[in-house]
Structures are given as structure tokens and as C-alpha cells.
């Protein structure tokens, strides 16, 4: 049977999130209808094998929680489960308010270590929803402080904002009867909202009521004396009140419009209308924009839950998480924007809340780390991305080798010349890297030689270099590439850097062929084609000895041997083919059939027999190898689109500088435009000028007009005789001068350009085309049409219109206007 203990922690953690029902099917057990008819023992021990077998397996602790307060040793499953999930918001107010049906300084305890770490806002309305039944005035007010410093810039903070100035205009009306016995007279006293320490008092569960009466223990003192005496210690007073009503004006949250009318209120009261006005158009334009933020920000979050559980991403897992991140993603996207037009500090501090409150959801999301530690950097925090990213990588993402290898860096890279105890930590950093990661990380084992060498010279290099490659478990192929190109590009020590390749070579040699393929790149940027031709041809004839002498003593088909013998093949054809002479050329395209003849007459086969092409072992060349052996960086020829989509399929092997080659190419974006023929030379248009016409008519003409005097302006303010009529027409009836007054009417002058019949202009030929003149010949063609035009009907024809007869006479009035102020 339920005791009212476990009721207590059930509705709490309802209200969090829904509890998982004991019939439910839980991750990694057996169906939930056979867990429900178990014992409890056997439950029990179903729950806590799931949460071993899976710590995030959130529906087994919250079943697991439920047994416990069942039980009645509810604590150390609580224990053990905000030691894994330390930034579950809803399981640590799960615990807070089970304690507090335990003793109440035990849940503010539990309050005490959760909520500077855990920015949650529904986690801080459950404490102080606490405080309000159980601690005093003065620690109500401070908490409700704490929370406005901390998550007064959340969107959903409109519950904290009110009850908090609630309880300070009550203490500021009695601190003004005080002070002022006619304050209420004299309108200085601000209009007051229910007190939300007593309205908790109302609210209080029956168990937790009893319990205080049986402790003995009396509820908060809420008189106008205590209120007074908090007053002074917190000195609340006119100028603490109007900073409070400010910074919640300057948020954004749903009470914006009740609470701007209770500081017009407060500014009015102090009696004095100018410094209000001033204060109040001041902080105007931040609640306007405070409100359009709120709006937008609601409808990004919503249906969102905001005591969602950060987990590992999984196959199960990650579609919710991924639709939470967006979500989030989407918030931050807003606010970055800095719609409240905040200063930098104020809108880096805003912008960091809301990454805090997305990792609660979304830690496990690696993306999310990187870009609040830029953000940070952003503002000048770097000590705090620093911090951040630490942070993600203890409690989130300890095998994240980006994350990892950005901390170390940041150690490196901060300050120079870097102290002895940055640089310590740096050290430490890459160490501990390498002793995480899975084994072998080769990548690991690189940055700490890249690092060792920035900050301990070239022989520490060499030296540790040398060491990882007798001891270290990440030591592979490409650390000994490294180690090469290091003596190469940057102590210039050709020899030491091709000793280097040798020493690869003995050790990994036949396993990878990808480090022949890195050492002739080495040759060939060294003009060494010598040595890059036969360290190809000997690799090529290794590989073809091997492969035909397990072809031939019936041992198992290796497909990578095959895979490892066309790679090496195709890196040399190729640079044959661009780089050697004919007879090289031939002797390369020939080799692998010579030398497979020449290796069955080593065999002693019977000369009849031998065989021309190794074909029949499967090793002969391929139509993908030659066209591979023909490409030059990423041209390619193909004989066939789907060859290049089979070749990737069955070679696994990649030469860098044939992957670089595609990688950049794909980033640049050489190839032609979907679409479009690149047979065809097309013009770059974002290079080209705007149109401008040949003849503004209009504003030439009015410079001209400017410069005749004043009496006969009349005369020459005819519009030009080269203009079509209808276009005569239409600068005709548009206004001369600057408009005042209504608008016209866009959509009627629209819709009449679109529906008036305009009869087409015949022009015979162009004389001239200049920038700066157009002249259109004057034919019998054009009079005949002028007079076709006035027996023509339409807006612009000659014929009048009762349109026309309307504009020509405002435009008549206009002008018997203008002479009548000229004469005066």
C-alpha cells in the first residue's frame, strides 16, 4: 500500500514529467504486462539489472523511484540517480519534494546543490514554491533575488517577475503609510496583487500542514511589521522598486503589459510628470521589443518539454533528441539575433542561459558545446568557454576526440608566452586524451606530437616520436606519415623524413599499401621519380608474387590483396602516363602479364601451359583500374556513370592526393550548373552594371525648365515631341510637384495599366543611339498612326474621357493655382 509519502513524490514527479507506469514495457527487460504481475522483489531486481545494463534508461529509474518510495528507502536510489543524471532537473525536484514531506531542511538541502548548476525554470518554481511554505520573509525575498539574477531573462520567468514585485509593492506601500500617512490621498501608493506567500499558505497539502503542526514549526511571518523590518534590512526602497519594474520591462515573458502598467503607475506616484515621462520613454522601446520577442520565442518553443533528460544518442534515442535539439537550436538562432538590442554584455549573458538550458536537454550533442564556447569567445569570455567545453567533456562527452582535442588546444593556445602552470595543464590534457580514447587513436597520438613539437623543439619531437612508436597503442601507419611530413615541411630534412617512411615501411609495409601509396607522394613532391618509380614497381611485384603464389597453392582468395595490388598498379600507370616516357609507359601497362608469366616459369610450369593473362586468378586488369590509372586529381574518365559508383564499392583503399583532389574540387564547386550545357560560354551577369536608360526624359527636361526665367516657363514646359503620345499622356496627369496629402491609389492605377488596350508603335528605323540622346525619325507612318491614336479608344487615346476630363481639370486648377501665388 502507498503511504502518502510516495503520493506526495508521484504528483511531483507528474508534474515533471509522467512517471513510467509499473505495467509499462521498459528498454532491455521482458514485457511490462509479466514485470507488473512479478514480485516486488522481482521487480526490483528487473529495474536494476535494465539501469545496469543501460544508466540513461530513464523509464527504468523513474519505475525504480517509484518502487523505492513504495518500499520507503526512497533515499539512495535518489542518491544514485542524480549521481548519473546530475542535470535531470525533474528527478532532482522528484527528491527536493520527497524530503520535504521527510524534513524541510533536508529538501533545502537538496535544493542547495541543484539549483545553481541546473538552470531550470520549473525546477526554481519548485523551491520557491518550497520557500514560501517554509522559510522566512527576508529568505523568500532574497530567493526570489537569486532566481531574478539568475533566470530573469528566461521567456517563461512571468510567474517570478510577479510574485517578486508583488511582495516589493506591498513593502513599498507600507514603508510610504510610513513615512507619509496621506500616501494613500495623495496617490502614492501602487495598486497590489494577492500576496503569494499566503496564497501558498491556502494552497498547502493537508500531509505537509499536519507536519508543521506536529513539528511544531510555524509558517513564514507575513505581518506589515515583518514586511517593514525586511524593508530596511533589504533596503527596499524608491530607487531598489523602479531598478526591479526596469529589468522586467527590458525582458521578455507574458506578464509584460500587467507589469509596464504597474512601473507607468509607480513612475507617475513619484510626482514628478517630467522625470516620469523620461524614464518611461526611455524604457518604451525595449517592451515593445521585449514583446514581439516573447511572441516569437512562444511559438519556437512550443509543446516543447522543458524537463527533458539529456541521453547518449542511440538508434532509440535520437530522432526525440534530435527534434528537441532543433527546437532549441531554433531559440538560440532567435536570440543571437539580439532582438531586445541589448549591449554586448547583457545579450552574451542572455544568450548563455539559453545554451544552459539547452544542454539540460541536449548535452550529448557535441555541436551545441562548440558553439557556446565560440559564443563566449565571442564576448570576450574566454576563461568561461574554457570552462564550458571542460565541462562537456567530464559530464557529457568524455570520448569526443574534437572536444577533447579543442580543450588541450585551448589550454595551448591561451595566453603567451604561455605560464608554466597553463602549460602544465595543456600536457596533462593530451596525456589524459591518449589514456581515454579507444585504442589505437592514431589522430590522439598526432596532436600531442604536433603539440610537442610548438612547445619543446624538434629533439623532444624526435625523442617522443621514437618512444610511442616502441610503446604507444595508438601508433598506426599515418603517425609514421606524420612523423615524415613533420622533417619535411617544417625542418626541411629530406632524408630524415624518407628515413622515417623506411622505418614505416619495415613495419607496416606489406599491411599498407596506403603508406607506399603516402611515401611516393613524398617522392614525387620531392622531383624524386627515381625512387617513387621503383618503390611502385617493387611494391607492385610484391603484391602480385604473394597473390599468385596463394592463388596457386589453393589457400583462401584474399580480396584485399587483390584490392592493394590494383591500387598500387593505378598509382603507378598514372604516374607513368603523365610523368614517364613511352617506353616506361609500355613497360608499366605490360608488367603485371609479363611478370605473372615470367613468376609461372619461376614455378617451373610447362611453357604450353602458361597461361598469357592471370585472368583465371582473378588479377588481371579491369576497365575501372585503367580508367583509374588515366585520371589526373578528380577528372576521370568514365565509360559508364554506374562504373564509378561499383569502383567505390569495391576499393577500399584511398590515395590522399586523389581524395584531397575531390574533396576540393566538390568544395569549390567546379562542376557545371545543373541544367545548364557546359558546351555553351554564358556571360558572368553578377559582373555586369545595371541597366540605366539612354534619355531620362523627365529629369532632363526639368533641369532645362530650371534654367528658363520665370515668365516663360509657361511656354517651354511642354513635354519633348519625341515622346510616344500615350507615354505623353501618362507624364501628363502625373504629379509636378513634390505630393502632399493622401496617397493615390496604387491598385486602381494598376489595374488600369493592365487592362487599358495600348495600340502598338510602329518605328521605321533608328538613326542614332547615344547615352546621352535618342531621336526617333518622323515619318508619314507616325502622323498616320498619331491620327489612327485619336480615333482609338482607351485611357491614353486622344479622345476625351471622363477620367481625362477629371485629371486635365485638377491639373488646370493646379496650375491657375500656381500663377495666382507667382502674380502675388
Excluded at 539574477?149 to 517563461?156: A, I, M, N, T, V
Excluded at 609461372?600 to 588481371?620: A, C, H, K, M, Y
Aim: with cysteine; aromatic share 8%.
Amino acid at each position: 500500500m502507498a503511504t502518502p509519502k510516495s503520493s506526495s513524490l508521484a504528483s511531483a514527479t507528474m508534474k515533471a514529467a509522467p512517471m513510467v507506469p509499473p505495467g509499462a514495457q521498459l528498454p532491455g527487460l521482458v514485457k511490462g504486462t509479466q514485470i507488473a504481475t512479478q514480485p516486488v522483489g522481482a521487480r526490483i531486481k528487473s529495474l536494476e539489472a535494465a539501469i545496469e545494463a543501460d544508466p540513461y534508461d530513464l523509464g527504468a529509474w523513474d519505475a525504480r523511484l517509484r518502487e523505492s518510495i513504495q518500499e520507503g528507502k526512497a533515499e539512495p536510489v535518489f542518491e544514485r540517480a542524480v549521481k548519473q543524471l546530475p542535470y535531470a532537473a525533474r528527478i532532482w525536484a522528484a527528491y527536493a519534494e520527497w524530503c520535504e514531506m521527510q524534513d524541510s531542511a533536508m529538501a533545502l538541502g537538496v535544493y542547495s546543490r541543484c539549483l545553481q548548476q541546473v538552470p531550470n525554470m520549473d525546477l526554481w518554481l519548485s523551491y520557491l514554491n518550497f520557500s514560501k511554505r517554509h522559510q522566512t520573509l527576508e529568505e523568500v525575498l532574497r530567493s526570489y533575488g537569486r532566481a531574478i539574477d539568475l533566470l530573469g531573462s528566461d521567456w517563461r520567468a512571468a510567474p517570478v517577475w510577479s510574485d517578486y514585485l508583488a511582495l516589493l509593492k506591498h513593502a513599498y506601500n507600507l514603508k510610504q503609510k510610513k513615512e507619509n500617512p496621506d500616501a494613500e490621498l495623495q496617490g502614492k501608493l501602487l495598486a497590489e496583487d494577492p500576496n503569494p506567500i499566503d496564497t501558498a499558505k491556502r494552497m498547502l497539502k493537508k500531509e505537509l500542514k499536519q507536519k508543521q503542526e506536529e513539528s511544531g514549526r510555524a509558517s513564514a511571518d507575513i505581518s506589515d511589521a515583518e514586511f517593514l523590518r525586511v524593508s530596511e534590512v533589504l533596503k527596499i526602497d524608491t530607487d531598489f522598486v523602479r531598478k526591479v519594474f526596469q529589468r522586467c520591462a527590458g525582458a521578455s515573458h507574458s506578464t509584460m503589459d500587467k507589469l509596464w502598467v504597474g512601473y507607468e503607475q509607480f513612475e507617475k506616484s513619484q510626482g514628478n510628470p517630467a522625470m516620469a515621462a523620461k524614464y518611461m520613454s526611455e524604457h518604451l522601446p525595449r517592451y515593445v521589443k521585449g514583446k514581439a520577442a516573447y511572441k516569437e520565442l512562444s511559438q519556437l518553443g512550443a509543446n516543447m518539454d522543458f524537463y527533458a533528460v539529456a541521453v547518449p544518442l542511440t538508434p532509440k534515442t535520437e530522432l526525440e533528441q534530435r527534434k528537441t535539439f532543433d527546437q532549441w537550436r531554433a531559440i538560440l538562432r532567435f536570440e543571437r539575433t539580439n532582438p531586445l538590442q541589448l549591449d554586448t554584455e547583457e545579450l552574451t549573458a542572455r544568450v548563455a542561459l539559453v545554451y544552459q538550458q539547452a544542454s539540460l536537454a541536449c548535452g550529448f550533442f557535441p555541436d551545441l558545446w562548440y558553439d557556446f564556447s565560440a559564443w563566449l569567445d565571442l564576448g570576450k569570455k574566454q576563461e568561461e568557454a574554457t570552462e564550458v567545453l571542460r565541462k562537456a567533456v567530464q559530464r557529457f562527452l568524455p570520448k569526443d576526440l574534437t572536444l577533447r582535442l579543442l580543450l588541450a588546444q585551448r589550454y595551448e593556445l591561451g595566453e603567451s608566452p604561455l605560464p608554466g602552470s597553463q602549460l602544465e595543464a595543456a600536457d596533462d590534457a593530451y596525456r589524459k586524451l591518449m589514456d581515454d580514447m579507444p585504442r589505437p587513436c592514431p589522430l590522439a597520438l598526432i596532436n600531442f606530437l604536433g603539440y610537442v613539437r610548438r612547445q619543446r623543439g624538434a629533439n623532444d619531437f624526435r625523442d617522443t616520436f621514437l618512444e610511442a612508436t616502441e610503446s604507444s597503442p595508438h601508433c598506426t601507419w599515418e603517425v609514421y606519415v606524420f612523423a615524415a611530413m613533420t622533417e619535411y615541411h617544417v625542418y626541411g630534412a629530406v632524408e630524415a623524413a624518407a628515413g622515417v617512411f623506411r622505418l614505416g615501411l619495415e613495419r607496416y609495409g606489406d599491411r599498407e599499401p596506403s603508406l607506399l601509396a603516402a611515401y611516393v607522394n613524398f617522392l614525387i613532391g620531392c622531383n624524386d621519380l627515381r625512387s617513387a618509380r621503383a618503390e611502385l614497381t617493387q611494391g607492385v611485384l610484391d603484391k602480385l608474387q604473394q597473390a599468385v603464389r596463394d592463388k596457386l597453392a589453393n589457400r583462401e582468395e584474399s580480396r584485399a590483396m587483390r584490392e592493394s595490388l590494383a591500387f598500387l598498379w593505378q598509382k603507378w600507370a598514372r604516374l607513368e602516363n603523365y610523368f614517364g616516357d613511352a617506353e616506361a609507359v609500355r613497360r608499366a601497362t605490360s608488367f603485371r602479364d609479363s611478370e605473372y608469366r615470367n613468376l609461372q616459369r619461376d614455378l617451373e610450369v610447362d611453357e604450353e601451359n602458361i597461361l598469357q593473362t592471370p585472368i583465371s586468378l582473378g588479377l588481371s586488369t579491369s576497365i575501372q583500374e585503367v580508367e583509374e590509372s588515366f585520371r589526373f586529381l578528380h577528372l576521370v574518365p568514365r565509360s559508364r556513370p554506374e562504373l564509378a559508383v561499383n569502383l567505390h564499392l569495391a576499393v577500399e583503399l584511398e590515395d590522399q592526393v586523389v581524395a584531397d583532389a575531390e574533396a576540393e574540387n566538390q568544395r569549390l564547386g567546379a562542376a557545371p550548373a545543373v541544367g545548364f550545357s557546359s558546351q555553351v560560354a554564358r556571360p558572368d551577369t553578377s559582373k555586369m552594371l545595371a541597366f540605366k536608360p539612354a534619355l531620362d526624359v523627365v529629369s532632363s527636361r526639368k533641369r532645362q525648365v530650371e534654367g528658363i526665367p520665370t515668365e516663360r516657363r509657361g511656354e517651354e514646359a511642354q513635354l519633348p515631341v519625341m515622346i510616344p503620345k500615350c507615354l505623353q499622356d501618362l507624364l501628363a496627369v502625373l504629379p509636378s510637384r513634390p505630393m502632399k496629402g493622401a496617397k493615390p491609389d496604387v491598385d486602381y492605377l494598376l489595374m488600369v495599366l493592365q487592362t487599358v488596350s495600348i495600340p502598338p508603335v510602329p518605328v521605321k528605323e533608328l538613326d542614332t543611339f547615344r547615352y546621352d540622346s535618342l531621336r526617333l525619325l518622323k515619318s508619314e507612318e507616325d502622323r498616320v498612326f498619331m491620327k489612327d491614336d485619336e480615333d482609338a479608344d482607351g485611357f491614353f487615346s486622344a479622345r476625351a474621357t471622363h477620367y481625362r476630363e477629371r485629371l486635365q481639370a485638377k491639373r488646370q486648377k493646379v496650375l491657375v493655382e500656381q500663377h495666382t501665388k507667382q502674380e502675388a
